[in-house]
């Protein structure tokens, strides 16, 4: 039966987002790469982890230049991943496990191979010119401003056929749509149409913030903050190039779409400071329902630090929409390499209370690190255009680890990265039946926000705290939990919190499940619990 929090906050509210990297999660056809078909035989592995949906980065065909992120065709599935029976097939075993599915929309560049790009380049008359962003050289023939790329050099390619340049503001094998033209939004937009008619339970949107560009084509101002050792991309600001105010409108064109369907969801990958991020849940919450929140990911990990920004964050998103928070994606050095493996369990925890709808990145529930790649593995285009800079994201994006055979269980062949070292003690296999494990941690963390209405809806409130430890009461219709981090590696201990007694409900430790606690709650160095207050009454 429908309990009263199903039927007053939706899925993508009370539920927890599961990210897999498709090429990397499980190959099913020995060709050393991740597919579809890989992805069903492992729903009961996903369903047994206790997710509620799953993200899949970009499937569609793709030379891979930028490995999917550069679509060639957005209604069609990538031979590599398999047919579209295969995704109907997905839909309909995800459905029938009561998992969701999210597939990545990239709506801010296509592939250079895409149809459309192939006819836009063909000349200047071509029926399709305008749905690219083309230039005239400026005076001296170079281009026509100095809008760089994010992943390093001019932002322009010269197309000698035409004497003009189109804009990318990733690779110059990923021209940028012009949202400006009528025609591509509603190309675009048919998109979304697209998949939401064949199951599809949301999309996360691909640099949303990105989408508009000045019309007057102005220069980027320099970033007086740049660091030597920063890509040249953050040498200027993108303040001509990203988050026009014209990318409300279209954002609020996507929802509506959305909104024709029962219970969707529209999330935003938008990398901006807060108050901007907020803006993005629209007017009215007619924007995207997550913007995501990946501070994270981004701030150096420090308790009183973390403290404010969850404080700052509460308050921006309180009047705006529903929060969310987000540990680790395939663009970001893993948490357990950031904080190390024992910290990373306190990271999980952190991340499963907060309030706010957690995403999960594949592996990180394993504990998995990022794995050194060596210079002739290298396939990310980042780190090729700008190597040194430490800038490259395969070592985030290595095989899932299943078991301790070949290959970590994830393929017969030979994958396309490297397995990490150490993938035959740490796997899904290993960890599943053992207690003290990072995967059994995640599953009862999991188990407990479904089981809490405080963590899946309840709501959040600080607890004062010093020197390394984090401290919140989540609350649902009169139960209390008491969650206390240690982000550091020393013994400390949170005095008199005037929150009065309660007993231990889940820890790092297992072995502290249960006990009781009074006034002095005393935590080891990389440890978290989550305590059950004893009613104010009771
Ligand atoms: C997003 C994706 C990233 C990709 C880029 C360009 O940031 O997460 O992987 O390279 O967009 O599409």
Redesign the pocket.
């Known amino acids: 039966m429908e309990s009263t929090i199903e039927r007053t906050y939706p899925w993508w509210q009370r539920g927890s987002i599961y990210q897999i990297y498709p090429r990397s999660f499980m190959d099913s056809n020995g060709d050393g790469i991740g597919d579809l078909r890989g992805i069903i035989d492992k729903l009961d592995y996903v369903q047994w982890l206790g997710v509620d949906a799953i993200w899949i ?1 970009p499937i569609y065909p793709s030379p891979m230049a ?2 999917g ?2 679509v060639a065709d957005y209604t069609a599935i990538n031979s590599l991943f398999g047919t579209l029976d295969d995704f109907d097939a997905l839909v309909a075993a995800a459905h029938g496990r009561g998992l969701k599915v999210i597939l990545d929309f ?1 709506p ?2 296509t592939s250079e191979e895409h149809p459309w790009f192939v006819e836009s380049r063909t000349a200047r008359a071509a029926a399709k010119r305008d749905w690219y962003i083309w230039r005239d050289p400026a005076p001296d023939g170079g281009p026509p401003n100095n809008w760089r790329s ?2 390093g050099g001019s932002g322009w390619e010269y197309d000698a056929a035409t004497n003009q340049y189109y804009y990318h ?2 690779l110059k094998q ?1 021209p940028d749509l012009n949202w400006r033209n009528p025609a591509v939004q509603s190309a675009m937009l048919d998109v979304l149409r697209f998949w939401l008619d064949r199951g599809v339970d949301g999309f996360r949107v ?2 949303l913030w990105h989408i508009f560009k000045d019309d007057q084509f102005r220069d980027n101002p320099p970033n007086p903050n740049h660091r030597p050792g920063e890509s040249l991309y953050e040498a200027l600001l993108p303040d001509y190039t990203t988050d026009l105010p014209e990318v409300h409108q279209i954002v609020g064109s996507m929802r509506s779409v959305l909104d024709a369907y029962d219970e969707r969801v529209l999330i935003g ?1 938008i990398y901006l400071p807060v108050e901007q991020l907020v803006t993005y849940y629209g007017v009215n919450g007619a924007g995207v329902h997550l913007p995501f929140n990946f501070q994270l990911i981004l701030l150096p990990w420090d308790a009183q630090l973390i403290a404010a920004t969850i404080t700052t964050y509460e308050e921006h998103v309180s009047a705006a929409g529903w929060p969310n928070w987000v540990l680790g ?3 970001k050095p893993r948490i357990a390499s950031r904080v190390g493996p024992a910290q990373a369990r306190v990271a999980v925890m952190l991340l499963l209370t907060l309030r706010g709808t957690p995403t999960i990145y594949y592996g990180d529930e394993i504990g998995m690190h990022d794995v050194p790649i060596p210079p002739e593995l290298i396939h990310d285009p ?1 780190e090729r255009n700008e190597p040194g800079l430490g800038l490259g ?1 395969d070592p985030e994006r290595t095989p899932m680890q299943w078991d301790a055979g070949r290959n970590a269980g994830f393929s017969t062949g030979t994958p396309w990265l490297p397995l990490a070292e150490d993938a035959a003690q740490n796997n899904v296999a290993r960890e599943r039946d053992d207690p003290a494990s990072m995967l059994t941690l995640c599953r009862q963390l999991l188990a407990l926000r479904r089981a809490e209405p405080a963590l899946a809806v309840g709501g959040y409130q600080a607890v004062p705290a010093s020197g390394d430890l984090l401290a919140y009461v989540r609350s649902h219709a009169g139960r209390r939990l008491l969650v206390v981090l240690n982000l550091g590696a020393h013994q400390q201990a949170l005095e008199h919190s005037g929150l009065g007694a309660g007993r231990v409900l889940l820890a790092t430790r297992p072995d502290r499940a249960g006990e009781p606690i009074g006034d002095r709650i005393a935590l080891s160095g990389d440890e978290g619990i989550i305590i059950e207050l004893q009613s104010a009454t009771g």
Request: charged letters at 30%; proline letters at 0%.
């Open positions: 980065s930028d490995f992120y550069d990239v801010n560049h994010v992943f503001a990733f990923q691909d640099v990958e994606n395939h663009d980042w994201r």
